[in-house]
């Protein structure tokens, strides 16, 4: 097998140009190099820089059964570290136990979901490196009182610092998607708990952004009950709050529910 298909239904862009694929790898040298993960190799463009490397205890999941043969092919030192699976429904820590980094060209169809498992995960995945679609990573790295700022940005920015390394076009892809994309490396921050009830704090949070146009006094009238929303922070919209407004908040709605 010399070629793998690219798959609409799996949402493949092939990245073909090694240079941005060493640019990619190089983000790596910032954090603990240890055990890395390649989530979605593909055809190996960034399997090649990595595989190796003998300082590496290198992993790679891939979904596509065609690209997973072609991988076995093409790098047998890696055996029983390729896993034919879907990340987003295994079991990571059945695999890898110890504290990893993640590193991929991520389908732009299901990116949202992989950070929502790296979320699940925080406790061992120390540090992120992909590429993503540009307008996703602008969201992810938004600040609040930003039109972009939303979901994604408030749950990630509660574990993780974000950086935008850099913008990539759409031709170096096969084939190449009609957006631009953007390399981002997310670094696990020292925060433990949140001091809050975390399960509340992402309702709340979900709730506020589902209706981002409406002041937190209305869009979480569901989960206020009789709660006095005299507190000055009912009267904001959700991209009006920090990560730590938002624990503020739970805090607050915690309490006058007890």
Known sequence: MSYVRPKKSLGQHFLKDQNIAR?????????????????GPGT???????VNDPELDFYAVEVDPEA???????FPKLNEKLLLA?????????????????IGNFPYNISSQIFFRVLENRDLVLDVVCMIQKEVADRIKAS??????????VFLQAFYDIYYLFTVGPMVFDPPPKVNS????????????????????FKVVKLGFNQRRKTLRNSLKSILADIPVDNEIFG???????????????NVIDQKNK
């Open 23 to 39: 640019k990619i790898v190089a983000a790596l040298e910032k954090c603990p190099r240890k055990t890395v993960l390649e989530i």
């Open 86 to 102: 879907n990340f987003l429904k295994i079991d990571i820590q059945e695999y890898i136990k110890s504290p990893f980094t993640i």
């Open 236 to 250: 904001k919209r959700p991209e009006q709050l920090s990560v730590e407004d938002f624990i503020y908040l739970t």
């Open 144 to 153: 609040h009182g930003n039109k972009t700022y939303g979901i994604l940005s």
């Open 68 to 74: 997973y043969e072609y991988l076995k092919v093409e």
């Open 44 to 50: 190996g463009v960034l399997t090649s820089l990595l």
């Open 182 to 201: 953007a390399v981002i490396h997310l670094k696990r921050n020292a925060r433990k708990s949140l001091g809050c009830d975390e399960i509340l704090f």
